[in-house]
């Protein structure tokens, strides 16, 4: 009896377990909660949120009418750290198949099991979903260890690719709990195929090869030297020398190299015949070369730029187009600006000061527009930039092409714009904002960007096959050339992009905030920015090897004062980077702005440097009204510009006068070096007649 009982309640039990087995196949849990294959990190006693992507089972049909909720907790090692309710609908009516789960405190360094309990409300027993994730939790001072070594390494050894390529190593390695290997994988399949498989990433890189390949035809094909020729028939004083070289080197914007090379190789003819030093027309070629080419939309940098602005753009600016991000900066860009507005003072009141001061003055009294000891270099030239020996130089070759990519990008930007604030009002119910401000905010700016560079390589290859001016042949070799120039942008770009994912995984920009956030003041973040930035580009030679490190520390902390902030921010990394690209001598414009002018590289840097420190500090000290909210960015702008007035004209002394020089203990100095180059050349002489004697 005891026997048969107990086969009655086994087998009762086995039914049971057997029926628990075929409910749970008919009934599933609801849904499935999938987190990244990427490790988790956390900091110690920092917040963060834990994202997941829910699969939802085909057999769960809940009424969409009843909006059910998504009830979660979060066990930290079985201890019940938080919960909370989200909404299982979106407002298109589908099941959300992105979640974020948090934010998470954790606490303690160390390994921690983190578990995710999650029900729809209401029937907890039926539709429990648990998931389980380890979370690394590491102190907040290793999370910037990589981002320090990355700046160390491009300072000490001038090399940005190798830097950035070792900081996401490094950052990977951490990620991965010390394990070597697996970082480096990490960096191969993981971050830098991650970047470029982004849309938003190739387009950039396409457009910018595009451009660089047109502008590389343009070159060859004459365009830009008959523009630059054209100009230079006016040429009859010296100071209308001035007006035309700055004139040209502001017309030929869309890539630093190409400004420089064509406007001094092509202008330094003219400028001899009426007596302009070396020194000033590179001081004219440099400025109007890297100044413009940063501010404006259309240019070889905004490729760049704009990824930059779109990689490290705060939460708070989410749904914010990164190209009209850019454009709002422009005026807030003062550095470049007041570069721009310096020169056109200098050469407005005839005046020079320093160094430049003693060269002009040389040129103009005693017709010597370089150094004794330069006179070599009168006879050289840059061979880049140049056009194909014997073609035809027409300036309009350059002006059409040119004209029709600006005409496709703002037609791009209206008709992508229009399409997609449509598309808004019928299939999200937004009001229809057909505005010029609503239109150009919902436009395509990387596609419009793509397709005009597109565009114009296509017109540039139709005008000049047309003209019968170079072969298809030539054309393509040129047009290749020019992306092959490009190419180590592109490699920087593309590590940049792998730095700021890793940066992201560490938390860097949340331990920055956390730590200086509320010891310093958002108003003075931009000139501080802008100071760091000089420095680093300075040291390193590069600006856009100076963007990809100070962006992921820069905006973070802007980001606390607001949107005027990031924006002034935005610019002061920009301008910052430049500064470099126009005062250091390891900077590749300025030994190209050099070499393309006929000076030496230390003539150029030192009669460079008094001017382009003085628009520095200034921008510096303007950048702060309108950090702290005084007046808006332009503002400040507009307030330079009178203040730059002042110091050309109170600092500078009048090159045709005899007045002394403010600086006179400058003149003393370089009147003291040229008796020193004249003894050496005597005694060199002497010595080569005694030679010859014997």
């Given amino acids: 009896m005891i026997l048969t009982s107990g086969v009655r309640w086994f087998t009762r039990a086995i039914l049971a377990v057997n029926l628990i ?84 405190v954790f606490s303690g360094v160390g390994i921690h099991n983190l578990t995710i309990v999650a029900a729809l409300q209401g029937d907890v027993e039926n539709s ?52 070597a290997f697996a970082g480096f994988l990490a960096v191969l399949d993981k971050y830098l195929l991650d970047a470029l498989v982004d849309a938003d990433h190739i387009q950039i890189i396409l457009f910018t090869w595009f451009l660089a390949g047109m502008i590389q035809v343009i070159i060859r094909g004459g365009g830009a030297q008959g523009l630059a020729q054209q100009f230079g028939k006016v040429i009859k004083t010296r100071w209308s020398a001035q007006w ?18 064509i406007t001094g190789n092509n202008m330094r003819i003219a400028t001899d015949l009426v007596h302009l030093s070396h020194e000033k027309l590179a001081f004219i070629v440099h400025s109007t070369g890297s100044a413009v080419v ?8 905004v490729g760049m730029e704009v990824a930059l602005i779109q990689q490290y753009l705060p939460a708070s ?10 454009v709002s900066s422009i005026p807030a860009q003062l550095f470049p600006w007041y570069i721009l507005v310096f020169t056109v003072f200098l050469i407005a009141f005839k005046k020079d000061f320093g160094p430049m001061l003693y060269a002009e003055r040389r040129a103009a009294q005693e017709g010597k527009v370089v150094r004794d000891s330069e006179a070599h270099l009168l006879t050289s030239e840059s061979s880049e930039g140049i056009a194909k020996p014997g073609i035809p130089l027409r300036w309009w070759n350059a002006v059409i092409p040119l004209v029709l990519m600006v005409v496709a990008v703002v037609t791009g930007l209206f008709v992508t714009g229009k399409m997609e604030a449509i598309r808004k009002h019928e299939e999200d119910g937004e009001p229809l904002d057909l505005s010029i401000n609503g239109i150009v905010g919902n436009g395509n700016s990387y596609g419009s960007l793509l397709y005009a560079a597109f565009s114009g390589s296509v017109v540039v290859f139709i005008l000049y096959g047309a003209q019968r001016l170079m072969s298809l042949t030539e054309m393509l070799s ?45 108003g003075c973040v931009p000139a501080l920015v802008f100071l760091f930035s000089c420095i680093i580009s300075f040291a390193t030679g590069t600006s856009w090897g100076t963007m990809p490190i100070v962006f992921p520390l820069g905006l973070p902390l802007a ?14 990394i920009i301008t910052g980077s430049v500064f470099g690209d126009m005062s250091t001598p ?69 090159v045709e006068s005899s007045d002394r020089s403010k600086f006179w203990f400058i003149e003393r100095y370089f009147a003291r070096r040229k008796r020193d180059e004249q003894t050496e050349e005597l005694a060199l002489s002497d010595s080569e007649k005694g030679a010859l004697k014997d």
């Fill in 21 to 104: 087995r075929t409910v749970s196949a008919v009934f599933p849990a609801p849904a499935r909660i999938i987190f990244d294959d990427r490790p988790i990190l956390a900091i110690d006693g920092l917040p963060r949120s834990v994202p997941a992507v829910i699969h939802w089972s085909n057999n769960f049909l809940p009424s969409v009418d009843d909006t059910p909720l998504f009830t979660y907790q979060v066990l930290d090692d079985d201890n019940r750290i938080m919960g909370d309710s989200i909404k299982a609908i979106d407002k298109k009516g589908s099941f959300i198949s992105e979640v974020e789960f948090g934010p998470i």
């Fill in 128 to 179: 429990k979903v648990i998931q389980s994730r380890q979370v690394r939790v590491i102190p907040g001072i290793v999370s910037i260890i990589p981002l320090a070594f990355v700046l160390i390494f491009a300072i000490a050894f001038r090399q940005v690719i190798p830097a950035l390529w070792l900081g996401i190593w490094l950052a990977s390695t951490i990620l991965y709990g010390g394990n």
């Fill in 244 to 261: 035309v070289t700055l004139l040209v080197g502001v017309l030929i914007f869309f890539d630093d190299y190409a400004s420089v090379l």
């Fill in 294 to 301: 940063c501010l404006l939309p259309i240019s070889s940098w």
């Fill in 317 to 326: 600016m989410n749904g914010t187009d990164a190209f009209e991000v850019f």
């Fill in 478 to 522: 040129s047009w290749l050339e020019g992306i092959r120039g490009i190419i180590e942008s592109a490699l920087t770009l593309t590590f940049a992009w792998g730095v700021g994912a890793a940066m992201e995984d560490l938390r860097v920009a949340q331990y920055v905030v956390s730590g200086l956030g509320e010891n310093l003041n958002p």
């Fill in 559 to 572: 980001a606390i004062g607001g949107s005027h902030v990031v924006v002034l921010t935005i610019a002061a």
């Fill in 586 to 654: 390891i900077s590749d414009t300025t030994i190209l702005s050099s070499v393309s002018s006929g000076v030496s590289l230390t003539s150029h840097v030192t009669s460079n440097l008094p001017y382009v420190l003085t628009c520095a500090l200034l921008s510096m000290i303007m950048c702060l009204p309108a950090g702290f909210g005084v007046w808006p960015n332009f503002v400040s702008l507009l307030a330079g510009i009178p203040i730059l007035a002042l110091l050309a004209f109170v600092l500078g002394t009048k």
